[in-house]
């Protein structure tokens, strides 16, 4: 079987920029976009309606959009792209071998760009309308018909909650936003945002307790965190915006991760804790979390990459040699 310089996990910002830097650097990068992996294939960034902060756009541009560009950059160069998952990161001997839905290769690195993934809350009603009436993804579903006109609520107060509720109210009557704490913990410009739009109703320090309805989702009940008292709000979306939670499921066991499931990486590079697997974007940050330090991890991670295989890919087995 073949053996690569470098696989690439992932089709976010972070695998974009390290195929960019790698096939740059001539190491004919192979990507596994995965398709399932975070929801879809392109991460989080295909489901963000407005990005303004990413520098070079000063009109902004759309998530989707961005991620189409930097693809469209990274496949000018020598990659080989498969769009598949990745199934296993076989990591017992050297060189690692990675198995896809469909190919399969033995490779010197490895580089881990697999995200995050919005997470879900497991309220009374959840599963039953889940993706009827529920949804932890206002880009991709708020504009359905079904959410026209109607009120809508979202979970959260972060800058996804705070963004998702700008969003919503183009198609909503109303959207309220539930916050469990008295205050949001947004950054400042889209906390105006939110308070400054006649169409959002934030509930501060109020937690949800059940959702309810008939075929569909018709109302949510609501919970005073400081009385305990309860109420009803006939709602017609629940749009969970409550924080992510890493994809790190294929090196679990393997690699070390802390205790929330994000790739530990040594400090202020992208080296994992086995040698020549490296991890880069949301998987391994959970503290900025943005597009662009996401690429430029992606980057850091190639150049970390290239320069450990010029060191070490003359050695037989790396993994006998390191134990
Ligand atoms: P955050 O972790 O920042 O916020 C999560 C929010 O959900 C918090 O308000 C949290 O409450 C609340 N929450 C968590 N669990 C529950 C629960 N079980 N019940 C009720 N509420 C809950 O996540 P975000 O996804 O908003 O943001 C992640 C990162 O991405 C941040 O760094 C953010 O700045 C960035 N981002 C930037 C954007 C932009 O610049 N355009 C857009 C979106 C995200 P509490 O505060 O009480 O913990």
Not at 3 to 9: A, E, H, Q, Y
Not at 92 to 116: D, L
């Amino acid at each position: 079987m073949d053996i690569k310089n470098i696989i690439i996990i992932g089709s976010g910002p972070a695998a974009w920029t390290a195929a960019l830097y790698a096939a740059r650097g001539e190491l004919k990068p192979v990507v596994f976009t995965g398709v399932k992996s975070g929801g879809q294939r392109g991460g989080q960034l295909t489901t963000t309606f407005e990005v303004e902060n990413f520098p070079g756009f000063p009109l902004g541009v759309t998530g989707p959009e961005l991620i189409r560009l930097m693809e469209e950059q990274a496949r000018k160069f020598n990659i080989e792209v498969y769009e598949e998952d990745v199934l296993e990161v076989d990591t017992t001997s050297y060189p690692y071998a990675v198995r896809g839905t469909s190919n399969n290769f033995f490779t010197k690195t490895v580089i881990i760009a697999t995200g995050a993934y919005a997470k879900k809350m497991e309220i009374p009603g959840h599963t039953e309308f889940w993706g009827k009436g529920i949804s932890a993804c206002a880009v991709c579903d708020g504009a359905l018909p079904f959410f026209r006109n109607q009120p809508l609520a979202v979970i959260g107060g972060g800058d996804s909650a705070c963004e998702e509720a700008s969003f919503l109210t183009k198609y909503a009557s109303m959207v309220y936003m539930i916050v469990r704490k008295d205050h949001l913990r947004a950054s400042k410009i889209m906390q105006e945002r939110v308070k400054e739009n006649p169409k959002i109703k934030i509930i501060f320090s109020h937690t949800i307790e059940k959702a309810m309805g008939g075929i569909t989702l018709e109302s949510i009940l609501v919970k005073d965190v400081n009385s305990g008292e309860t109420q009803k709000l006939a709602v017609r979306g629940l749009f969970y915006a409550i924080g992510h939670q890493p994809n790190s499921e294929i090196v679990k066991g393997k690699i070390e991760l802390d205790a929330t499931g994000y790739i530990k990486v040594k400090k202020g590079t992208t080296h994992t804790s086995l040698e020549g697997i490296f991890a880069a974007g949301d998987v391994s940050d959970k503290r900025y979390r943005q597009a662009i330090t996401a690429a430029g991890m992606g980057c850091m991670s190639a150049l970390d990459a290239e320069k450990w295989l010029s060191e070490n890919s003359h050695k037989e087995n790396i993994l006998i040699e390191k134990s």
